[in-house]
């Protein structure tokens, strides 16, 4: 990912990139805002790697500073069970997911398959299985006071004008916490 990442900013005046565990890294410098996308944060698997990570950020974050980041909630349907998606292009992929959902640990473990396509025929698979934990916000709450910031805001984004109030049916809600100025 690394080496995508530089060949696309290959245009960019000195843009760093840094290999590090998102539960304790130190880039030696702060920041007025941080941000965690496409569900990074959600691979963090238990509230102590969580915490690791919050504490992490805040530690990195200007006084008064905020951190935007993706965070998954718990669906009523779509946590568990079959299904596909499937995109038409000109390369043509299919992806069969089965999910099944540990309420307990709030771990929904996915098997899934996906097939590229070159006209009729299957050129690349690829299987994995992985897991990624849901967090509802009381919890994301305490963790973030935990580790020393506040949660600002809770919202669903639309796609077009910003955060808006926090749907239900999001799977991937954005989370603002904001560092304390002392």
Known sequence: MLRVAREKAHDRTNPAFVRADMR???????FDAI???????THLL?????????RTVRRHLNPGGVYVFEFAQALKRETEGPGWIHREGPREILWLYDLAFDERRGLVTAKTRFFAFEGDR?????????ATRVT???????????AGMGLAHV???D?????GPLRRDDPLPMAVARRRRA
């Open 24 to 30: 304790r890294f130190d880039l030696g410098r702060t």
């Open 35 to 41: 941000v965690c996308m496409d569900g990074a944060f």
């Open 46 to 54: 238990t509230s102590r790697d969580l915490l690791a990570h919050l």
């Open 122 to 130: 299957v050129r690349r698979r690829f299987v994995a299985t992985y």
């Open 136 to 146: 509802s916000v009381p919890a994301l709450r305490r963790l973030v006071a935990r």
């Open 155 to 157: 919202g669903t984004t």
């Open 159 to 163: 796609g077009e004008s910003g955060l």
